[in-house]
């Protein structure tokens, strides 16, 4: 049978997450190795020449599954007809640059898009938005699309919950795939919360197996949540192929369905759960199936997590405010 080709755009694609990014969905690391996809890539001005370089590599590697490429600067072009959108370019805070000046910039780049999405998208279209910050990136471009179910705009804490379940099993010398619900809390930021009280290592608690609250606290949760401040440290340059890779885990589990007796964290519109704000989208436990997730629900908060979760949170309602004060949302 030929199937129809899935659109995906991918925005910001002359940056460094998107040359990581771009040829491993056109070799079906997104959606799967049989679904063929049409790629468009947005860039700004400047960007456009280095994108159409990429695309001469992406024509070069003769990739059975990609249908066709197409380069603008225009949003509305970008997001005609989407099924996917991967949201990658954002505005880096430069030297000088307040958190209010970084919203405002970001929101100067994800209300449009936020709109163009909703003008030009198809039915299904299903968002994840990589550029930070993150969260709040995700809830502006939401707030510009009324007409898309809110639901479908989500953020991006797949490569945090890649890190801790890679901390955990370094610590308790078990394979990465004996690890499983373990959740990422939150927002995007130093302030997530990798919780590993309800997660399972070779299907006994991980809390238990590790048994030990000081290397929790002191070093699995600091060491996670500031691992992207860690790779720029040493890299001098921000995280690119490991946060390619967690956005390709993220939209291919949220088509595809996580596998029984696990869940992923994803950043997604509260709907109230566990305290959380409605409509902030932070960081929960889901699970997902036939294209859509769900919550985790009913998990026991301890006292340890709630203040995490907590605080977490209250970085998420002060980044909301902020971009509400703004006019953004
Ligand atoms: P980069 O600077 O290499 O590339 C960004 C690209 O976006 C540039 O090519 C730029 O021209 C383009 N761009 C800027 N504004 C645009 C617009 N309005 N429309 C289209 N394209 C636009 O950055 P990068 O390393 O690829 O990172 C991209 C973003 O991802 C950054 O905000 C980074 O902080 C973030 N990030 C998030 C995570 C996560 O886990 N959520 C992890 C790593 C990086
Ligand atoms: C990461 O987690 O690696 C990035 O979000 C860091 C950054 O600031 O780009």
């Not at 072009?77 to 989407?82: L, M, R, S, T």
Request: charged content about 20%.
């Amino acid at each position: 049978m030929t199937r129809t080709p899935v659109n995906v755009t991918v925005t910001g694609a002359a940056g460094q997450i998107g040359y990581a990014l771009l040829f491993r969905i056109a070799s079906g690391h997104l959606l799967g190795a049989d679904v063929p996809v049409k790629l468009r890539l947005l860039e700004i001005p400047q960007g456009l020449k280095a994108a159409e370089g990429t695309a001469m590599e992406l024509d070069d590697c003769a990739f059975p599954l990609l249908r066709g490429i197409e380069i603008t600067d225009d949003p509305n072009v970008a997001f005609d007809g989407a099924n996917v959108a991967l949201l990658v370019g954002a505005r880096p805070r430069t030297k000088g640059m307040e958190r209010g000046d970084l919203l405002e910039a970001n929101g100067g780049i994800f209300k449009p898009q936020g709109k163009a999405i909703n003008d030009n998208a198809a039915d299904d279209i299903k968002v994840l938005v990589v550029g930070n910050p993150a969260n709040t990136n995700a809830l502006i471009a939401q707030a510009a699309a009324p007409d898309v179910p809110a639901e479908r705009f989500t953020a991006m804490t797949r490569l945090d919950h890649n890190r801790a379940i890679s901390q955990l099993a370094k610590k308790t010398g078990a394979a990465v795939t004996d690890i499983k619900k373990l959740t990422i809390w939150g927002n995007h930021s130093a302030t997530q919360y990798p919780d590993i009280f309800h997660a399972e290592i070779a299907g006994k608690n991980a809390a238990e197996v590790v048994s030990d609250q000081q290397w929790l606290a002191d070093t699995f949760i600091p060491t996670v949540a500031k691992r992207g401040a860690a790779i720029i440290e040493a890299r001098g340059a921000s995280s690119a192929a490991s946060a390619a890779n967690a956005a390709l885990d993220h939209v291919f589990t949220w088509v595809n369905g996580t596998a029984d007796g696990d869940w992923t964290s994803m950043g997604i519109p509260s709907d109230g759960s566990y305290g959380v704000p409605e409509g902030l989208i932070s960081s929960f436990p889901v699970t997902c199936k036939d294209g859509k997730y769900e919550i985790v629900q009913g998990l026991n908060i301890n006292e340890f997590s709630r203040a995490r979760i907590d605080a977490s949170v209250a970085e998420l309602v002060e980044e909301r405010d902020a971009v509400r004060g703004l006019g953004l949302i």
